[in-house]
């Protein structure tokens, strides 16, 4: 069985969100403020519609915390809905008698309403989109910030940044540390490192918002401190990359993952594909000059910098509605229209980092195992410093 | 459980490669030859080194098939090292006194020589690169004929193309229907559709190889005759592009994936990033004027074209050697030089059918349940019948 | 993947209980109150403590039902602790800076408290009893209630009864029908059939209480209108009395599982201890004038009543109290009292056959896939009707 | 994912068994003799027919280890079928025009055989019976024998006996090492511990054979130097119990497991269930009387000698045949008679021990994690000094 698992449950607009994770191990500090800073990045970035504006998630620990600390049990989170006064009727449990509101008849487009309504035999697709929803991606941010803190206890850090949103690019490879990556790109509207890019992309969205469109774009996830040595290339599925890349393409709107040069290793030399081993001053180790392969290599990390990146499609429901059919009659109809967010790739990036520290940190317990952290970060300790991670070093 | 799992085993020269796939469903008829046929596809492709000009794989079924069907029990597969005779001393699984030939002690970059020897404490890095090789493939291909197979009893068709090797690109749409790719590609020296395309391919690898240096590319993935449903977006870990992420993310070398636009979508308004639906004429279903999405909207198949694309890197293995140090001793050295492949991306393309055909046996048994190939048949019409896949369908 | 998954959280005096289900199909009519009804049973039986007798639990449904109906979604739901506000200091998530009430400091034999506390580092042993207690089964029953459900929508039922509690037996053969089992146990003090039997565990209950001792027993569990054919032999883990015995094994307290004739088949010769085929009127299956195999060959449903029976050690707190040591000082002392339960054997029945029931969805899931009940539904239909059940016959 | 997988393939009489098991740490030495040592215990025992007289299992290791010691990578082992030249017609995967040979066209009562030929719709019931015979398990001791071996390196030993055939009983409670224990079985017709139960146990099986009647009995597992916290409380399903009673109820066979007092505890009052604590003499840990709980608490070990037992049924094929139906005509016919063992309850023992010691070496690498023998043994031993087991000790 998987050392770290987690389900989640919850419909975008119905009573509450839940999720259970269940492996952490036991000792570890947290607090619900640290969930909720989380839960407020998600909501970052130039261009959201109004729900992102409404008041903040509140999470509720229900399980497997007590008087700060984990317990090793399986901690179980809830984000009530808190406009479900106005929902109720549409969305409870209970038989309703009543003429049900707000009934989806007319799939939207690149939405799974229409897939999904077939697949499940739901006539009302509010059925499909109240799951399918990027709401659900808000519990997953909290399990992802228990995760989150468990890597930061072993001196883990995980940032991101946006490199794309329409044709506005920022693809200057980052200097910073990763600590300082996410206060940099936390204070740019669209989360962006550079300046000028930053602005570009701005004028982007008001662009399309303007058309009456909606843009996607790319974000970059970057890990610092991993040890040498998490997955493995024994068998396929321990590959960490595989990992990765499906935690990721699980995400609402990704249509493309990669990993270090990505899709660029296709159009690059060999001779500039690699990272050549140089001698280290710490003998007990190596070092690169570059890190092309983006920290994995061979399913494994190498120890240099995680470097991760996601392509996501435009915002599917659009202010120029496309076209559609409605079910029940077989006609043609537009499909539905109502304020939504622009570009939501800042979320996005943020959601990504939740998601791949729920993958690294299943993949630390499974290299090192333990209950507690107590046990977890004395294993850490005595590998790092059998093994050191390769470090990126100057050209001599 | 996974309805349908599996597992390999062997080293590249060990003493055989082996895989046991279990769950496929009993009755389908299945032949050696099939096997071999897949396995012959796998060496295509112009630049291969002398190991693929070897004399041919062979396979030989050990279970699970009997007089030509299959029994429902677990399918073991073994391929023979026809060259076991020059290898046994350096591979045996017994104790041996003797001087060990052809140790490897300067990690090759791009490799998982380094980071897999530290992992795994050995000291002869042969230990780390005969099963991280991508000579494992050649069973996951013998597996992923067995999985082929059931779904062509389903009428599934799986072909691919390599759309860029280093900078000669291919993307003009394929036009052809999936049955056919295969037979052009299959005769192209470089496993592609355009003529023009493909002899700039060739061309590149010939300067590729002039330099000492090696060539990546893209390989483009082609799934008809899917039907509607098959994933879910209930939960995270049900989508089946995540899946497919995964599997393909898994083959070496593999550095990004994409579904349908993929990265370009980060580049397209809204707009034209998403498939309208039309009123279909068999008033059961939807067209669709587009496939935007590649076949796959909210982690479900729409059951157009599945239309799946990966990055590979350059191999590593380089004539003009890279920078390496010699763990021993701790000097600089280079890495290990040997007349190898200057590309594999055609190859890489015939393994990434195999995976995805593996995935995608494992979608349908999900869904259809059954345990005999008749029962499977009779619910795949049933559900085909009631819900038929969204057809393409020209612009009114 | 599992086709039904779930998780439980929750500690004892937590705030809450929780659990996710995922894979339930669409389209099963769920109301709360079919919960409840599960909960409720889980109270029954002479010789439960004060807690017992405390306010029923109720149970929310946070998600995936609407309406009435299930949605395909994973269901959460709740029970919150109802005693919580006298609780709150002693487990909240929360930092607490008083001094902590209700320390568990002497570990009590027959618990998890010791082993738990050294595994998991926790000083206060209440970090392992408020999660090893039986208390967690509450939200498994509402768990199961929901498997029951889809169970009892394709006609199969799930009974228990009590076998055996201390030295009164009642192990006469059920002639009832499995939808009559429970209305006649139930209404026993000790959900025993037979009354004569029944009287005798109530007068070992009472001598056991008033010697400040506990007492075990055994249930049986009983399942009708099973398929022929879930689980199989193909491969080890997916013969179904392996996840049976799994899934009962894993509840507090039980040290034995058996099916069918059980252990009494190790002292039965070969010619009385297997089911013998006979021609049934019915030309398309067979019949049997025995069940002896308890429903199960070959790791498959034979389709005949399902018959499992499990033990369960007496409870391991003791109002004669046991030896132990506190920990702290390494001094003996004696073991925590309090007034509890003489005997558990009758809700323990219950709780039995919810876990069974869990078990048996997954099962059915498995062999029939389908997304919604309907299409479940005739899938079974088409079964039943190609290859009906063996059927228990007269002795001609 | 889990730590250690397998899986097993092969039919009975089919070319080869094979399996792969996947996790275990490189750096083990391993040979071949160490792999037929444990295949020869598994044809022990009084009472067993012509098969297992037949030439001894030879067992080839195909990948996974070099030199003697395992790579870390995927253990692929095969068992040749010595007599494949007599069935290879019967069982050859290609297609077969003459008249098949050996159909199995009655089934027998109390196999897979009429279940199984329904559920995989296969007509020559052949095709089930080649996979549900018990010949399956030989591949799993194999694979056993390398999880065995990996415990013993770390101290832990696995011994077994038979405690009952038939009527013939032997539980007097075990008094000597788990060292030692298999010796003194192995040298007994029956492997039982005791002189003159093993000589009652003998004249059983002379009158069940004279009788033309076969005999089951139960087998007791013990296992010593184990640490404690394997398992856990936390979750149902990562409790050791169930997993040991669903590796052990998967035997061929098998219809009951217990642990520790087993059903006994049923009968047994609280006061003399369970296990006090008293102070030990190494202040670091407790010490224990009695071990009536088998060495499992709360789901985990407690270090104390782990004691499980299960209850075998009589093998199904008797010399007096059992009434079954001819199902191609619906007539009344006898189930197939050859030759066959009497009683095979020795072996079971031999074959509990393996599926057991697999069952263990993936809960210790599940806890311990790592990947290589020596980074485990460095983390056991930490372990083992910071949390010492529970230890038996004499009541003061």
Redesign the interface.
């Known amino acids: 069985?998987?050392?770290l698992?987690?389900?989640?449950?919850?419909?975008s607009h119905?009573?509450?969100?839940?999720?259970?994770i269940?492996g952490v191990p036991?000792?570890l500090a947290?607090?619900?403020e640290e969930l909720h800073a989380e839960l407020r990045r998600r909501k970052l970035g130039f261009g959201r519609g109004a729900r992102q504006k409404m008041e903040d998630d509140r999470c509720?620990?229900?399980?497997?915390?007590?008087?700060?600390r984990t317990?090793?049990?399986?901690?179980?989170l809830?984000i009530a809905n808190q406009d479900w006064k106005n929902w109720s009727d549409v969305?409870?449990?209970?038989?309703?008698s009543g003429e049900?509101r707000r009934k989806l008849e007319v799939?939207r487009?690149?939405?799974?309403?229409?897939?999904?309504g077939?697949?499940?035999?739901?006539e009302d697709m509010r059925?499909?989109l109240?799951?399918?929803s990027a709401r659900?991606t808000t519990i997953?941010v909290a399990l992802g910030a228990v995760a989150r803190k468990l890597l930061a206890e072993l001196g883990v850090g995980i940032g991101s940044r946006v490199t794309?949103i329409?044709?506005g690019e920022d693809t200057a490879p980052v200097t910073t540390a990763v600590e300082a990556i996410n206060a940099i790109a936390d204070a740019s509207p669209v989360r962006c490192l550079g300046e000028d890019a930053g602005a570009a992309m701005v004028r982007e969205i008001e662009a399309?918002k303007k058309?009456g469109?909606?843009?996607?774009?790319?974000f970059e996830l970057l890990v610092s401190g991993l040890p040498?040595?998490l997955g493995?290339?024994?068998?396929?599925?321990?590959?960490l990359?595989?990992?990765?890349?499906?935690?990721?393409?699980?995400?609402n709107a990704?249509?493309?993952?990669?990993?270090?040069?990505?899709?660029h290793?296709?159009?690059?030399?060999?001779?500039l594909?690699?990272?050549?081993?140089?001698?280290s001053e710490d003998?007990n180790g190596?070092s690169?000059p570059t890190n092309r392969?983006?920290g994995i290599?061979?399913?494994?990390?190498?120890g240099q910098l995680l470097v991760v990146r996601a392509?996501?499609?435009?915002?599917?429901t659009?202010m120029?509605p496309?076209?559609?059919?409605k079910l029940a009659t077989?006609?043609?109809a537009e499909a539905h229209v109502e304020r939504s967010d622009v570009c939501a790739v800042p979320a996005a990036a943020v959601i990504g980092e939740s998601l791949l520290a729920l993958v690294l940190a299943e993949a630390v317990?499974?290299?090192?195992?333990?209950?507690?952290l107590?046990?977890l970060c004395?294993?850490w300790e005595?590998?790092n410093r059998a093994?050191p991670p390769?470090r990126k070093s100057p050209l001599p």
């Open positions: 069985m998987k050392k698992r987690f389900l989640t449950a919850g419909e119905g009573k509450a969100l839940v999720g259970i269940e036991s000792g947290l607090t619900v509720e620990i229900l399980s497997g915390v007590r008087h700060g317990l090793g049990s399986p901690i179980a809830m969305m409870q449990a209970e038989s309703y049900v799939p487009p690149g939405h799974a309403d229409y897939v999904g077939r697949k499940y035999r739901h059925n499909v109240e799951r399918a659900e997953r794309r329409g044709s399309a058309a469109d909606t843009l996607g774009g790319v040498l040595g493995s290339y024994v068998h396929w599925d321990r590959r990359e595989g990992e990765i890349a499906r935690a990721l393409m699980s995400l990704i249509k493309g993952v990669e990993v270090g040069l990505g899709f290793a296709a159009a690059t030399p060999g001779s594909s690699h990272d050549e081993f140089l001698v003998r190596l690169s392969s983006g290599d061979g399913g494994m990390t190498t392509a996501m499609k435009p915002l599917a659009l120029s496309l076209r559609s059919v077989g006609e043609a317990l499974e290299k090192f195992g333990g209950d507690s107590e046990e004395a294993r005595d590998w093994v390769i």
